[in-house]
């Protein structure tokens, strides 16, 4: 069974800093990773897709890699800000059980200090 | 704008009760979602539709029940049979069902048991 780990599962940073969210999943048998960003009580923002057959995908101040092989991806934050504050959370989407799903981590907690 | 809007924020249900969680698209996506979150845990797939008129059970169905009786509306009801419905509930849809495809939320909906 595909499971998603996230780590770390809080993380705080001063302003400026740049950063790294973790993020790795036991199968590697996936279609694509997406990265999403939750604010306190609301719904998901999707942040960046890759696909399975991309190494990474970039928007903005944010870089996501993607490592099938080892299962792995990373959410790279350039120069953070306050309003980065946020769960961060990544899914994967796989088949499993003869239908395709899409299974979520639990989330890193970012805080970004002024 | 274009999006998916759920209704209604907050609900209130008394015990024996059964409620119901709007969600409406305007986004023309084929495939709708529901999935449940609590406090720590990442989102677990109550039901999901790929197609008008059908639907799939997810990975805790019991004591929900769907219809998807138009493209645009997937209504959750969640029966008295759910022993434990005190959590955030978020709507999703996607062009097509699985994967490739960047899924999208809806802000969520709080249900408490009072």
């Known amino acids: 069974k595909q499971e998603v780990t996230q780590i770390p599962a809080a993380l705080s940073v001063p302003e400026g800093e740049n950063l790294v969210l973790n993020c790795s999943f036991t199968d590697s048998a996936i279609y694509n990773l997406q990265w999403f960003r939750q604010d306190p009580g609301k719904g998901l923002t999707s942040l960046l897709l890759i696909q399975s057959s991309q190494r990474e995908q970039t928007s903005g101040r944010l870089n996501a890699s993607l490592d099938k092989s080892s299962g792995r991806s990373t959410l790279y934050i350039a120069a953070s800000q306050p309003g980065d504050s946020a769960t961060y959370l990544c899914a994967v989407w796989l088949t499993q059980g003869g239908s395709e799903k899409l299974v979520f981590g639990k989330g890193t907690k970012l805080t970004v200090n002024p | 704008d274009g999006g998916i809007t759920q209704s209604p924020k907050y609900l209130f249900r008394k015990e024996g009760q059964n409620v119901t969680l709007s969600c409406e698209q305007n986004l023309n996506h084929d495939a709708m979602y529901w999935y449940r979150q609590d406090p720590g845990q990442g989102l677990r797939l109550i039901y999901y539709?790929?197609?008008?008129?059908?639907?799939q059970k997810g990975d805790i169905a019991e004591g929900y029940s769907v219809s998807r009786e138009k493209k645009e509306s997937f209504p959750l009801t969640v029966t008295s049979a759910q022993k434990n419905p005190t959590a955030f509930y978020l709507c999703?849809?996607?062009?097509?069902?699985?994967?490739?495809?960047?899924?999208?939320f809806g802000e969520g909906s709080w249900l408490t048991v009072v």
């Open positions: 999703a849809s996607s062009i097509l069902g699985g994967s490739g495809n960047t899924i999208y």
């Open positions: 539709s790929q197609i008008v008129n059908d639907f």
